[in-house]
């Protein structure tokens, strides 16, 4: 158990929706990291968050967005969903800023668009 | 744009062998990273390499980092049927926004 929370474990939902993936990084660490695992793409980094603040950006799409929020937690938000959508979302957590350090993962959310 | 390989991308060796599986990426990174994967799992944290010819290991795992060949390698001893997982590389730099690029893993299946 590597200590980061990720809520729902899995998500069923229908084209054009919107979901909302929340993640808990372990206590005390700053930095939340989004990535997006498909067969198609692989791994992708999608977002970081540092403190609050957007720290990195990779491969978001537009549809998409994030916050972290003042306990720390973090949520990504889906929306327009398209079939493609459907892939394992991970957080994971470091302690500071930068990724010198490794980060530590989520069990992950499988979204599955219908 | 920063790209990373590996190779082999499948594995499929027998206990007991040893064997290297290759990480290169395109660009100057200022860290690297190895990752495991079981079916169905999250990702498990291996080695964090910094600087070039870092070398860590951990059990039958050794992982080394060449900055100026662009190239890692994690180095399998005696291979258990245990180690069997997907195992990824990643990289990033220390640009004013840190990115981290996966390679596309290799899967790993040691047979008894």
């Known amino acids: 158990d590597s200590g980061v929370t990720q809520t729902p474990k899995h998500l069923i939902t229908a084209t054009g929706q919107r979901v909302t993936l929340r993640c808990s990084p372990r206590?005390?660490?700053?930095?939340v990291y989004w990535y997006q695992q498909s067969l198609d793409q692989g791994l992708q980094f999608l977002i970081q968050?540092?403190?609050?603040?957007?720290?990195a950006k990779g491969n978001i799409l537009e549809r998409f967005s994030a916050q972290q929020f003042p306990d720390l937690h973090s949520e990504l938000n889906l929306s327009s969903l398209e079939l493609g959508d459907s892939a394992l979302y991970f957080c994971?957590?470091?302690?500071?800023?930068?990724?010198?350090?490794?980060?530590?993962f989520g069990p992950g959310t499988r979204l599955t668009v219908t | 744009e920063l790209k990373v390989e590996q190779n082999p991308l499948f594995l499929s060796m027998q206990e007991g062998k040893n064997y290297t599986i290759y990480c290169n990426y395109s660009t100057t990174s200022d860290r690297l990273y190895w990752y495991r994967q079981d079916p169905g799992k999250s990702l498990e944290s291996l080695f964090v390499?910094?600087?070039?010819?870092a070398v860590k290991q951990e059990g039958r795992l050794m992982a080394s980092l060449d900055t100026k060949a662009r190239l890692s390698t994690l180095h399998i001893t005696a291979a258990v049927h245990d180690l069997s997982a997907t195992y990824f590389c990643a990289v990033d730099r220390l640009t004013s926004y840190d990115k981290v690029i996966f390679g596309p893993g290799t899967s790993l299946s040691v047979i008894p």
């Open positions: 206590s005390g660490d700053l930095s």
């Open positions: 994971a957590s470091s302690p500071i800023g930068t990724s010198s350090y490794e980060q530590y």
């Open positions: 390499l910094l600087s070039n010819g």
């Open positions: 968050y540092y403190n609050g603040e957007e720290r």
